[in-house]
């Protein structure tokens, strides 16, 4: 059986994830952190074909727990593609920034593309076959004021997806990543759309499912040619 891990899976761009790699054929892994009910919508959006993973990514133990777990009782089956998206957002300008808040956004994005992936690759590399899509922002493209926690979260992954696609893609395992702007979710409710939306060329947010679609052709074979790439999903907006 081949499956995709997608972090972060129970909301937001996560679950649209879910339904685009569901709809490929995919029996998806859904990973969340506290919401089971929503975890549980996206399981029945994608017609029961997955499973929910409960753990905090920015917890090493309960990914080698959770999830090495569920690699070890589960030989037979392959994970191919591996989405880490889980993310979240404390911003405050840096002189007001607090330990803790710079911890739980780079344990987040960062610690967690680390320790998820880790346990992932060694059956990648043995299927010699893979697909690594990394969730970033344009805020670790450019860095954005009042987020340099998660800028340097996001730009620490971007780095990384360059990095570890040099050391795998001799294995058939691709490494690539997505940069969306303004996306409406959870994450962006309580942003001024109509005073934002003044700067984006294409005068809107995106939707959940315009990032799961790049993030599917990232994820199919056919991509198999692109990889330590950033994608921006942004709607044209770069300053
Ligand atoms: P969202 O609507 O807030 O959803 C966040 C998802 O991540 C939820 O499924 C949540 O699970 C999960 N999550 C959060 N912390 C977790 C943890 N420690 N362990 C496991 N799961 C965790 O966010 P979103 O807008 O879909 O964002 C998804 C990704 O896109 C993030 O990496 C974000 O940084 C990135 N991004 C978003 C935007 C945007 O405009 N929305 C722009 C650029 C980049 P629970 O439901 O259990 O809380």
Redesign the pocket.
């Known amino acids: 059986m081949k499956c995709a891990l997608v972090?972060?899976?129970?909301?937001?761009?996560?679950?649209a994830i879910c339904a685009k790699l569901s709809a490929m054929g995919y029996y998806v892994l859904i990973?969340?952190?506290?919401?089971t009910a929503?975890?549980n919508t996206t399981l029945q959006q994608i017609g029961g074909n997955g499973e929910l993973l409960q753990?905090?990514?920015?917890?090493k133990a309960q990914i080698n727990d959770v999830l090495g777990g569920w690699i070890a009782a589960n030989s037979d089956k392959i994970i191919e593609v591996l989405v880490n998206?889980?993310?979240?957002?404390e911003d405050s300008l840096m002189a007001w920034l607090k330990d803790e808040q710079w911890d739980n956004v780079i344990?987040?994005?960062l610690d967690?593309f680390f320790y998820v992936t880790r346990l992932v690759l060694e059956g990648m590399m043995m299927n010699r076959y893979g697909r690594i899509i990394n969730?970033?922002?344009?805020?670790g493209l450019k860095g954005h004021a009042g987020q340099v926690n998660?800028s340097a979260a996001?730009a620490g992954v971007i780095g990384a997806t360059k990095a570890l696609a040099q050391e795998v893609g001799r294995s058939g395992i691709t490494v690539n990543a997505v940069?969306?702007?303004?996306?409406?979710?959870?994450?962006?409710e309580g942003l001024d759309e109509k005073e934002l939306k003044k700067q984006i060329p294409v005068n809107r947010?995106?939707t959940?499912e315009e990032?799961a679609h790049a993030v599917g052709f990232l994820a199919s074979k056919e991509a198999g040619y692109i990889t330590a790439e950033v994608l921006s999903i942004n709607g044209g907006l770069y300053s």
């Open positions: 972090t972060g899976g129970s909301r937001g761009i996560g679950r990973n969340y952190k506290n919401n929503e975890a753990f905090d990514v920015a917890d998206n889980a993310g979240i957002r344990k987040t994005s967690s969730v970033v922002s344009l805020s998660y996001k940069a969306p702007g303004f996306i409406k979710t959870d994450m962006t947010f995106g959940a990032v």
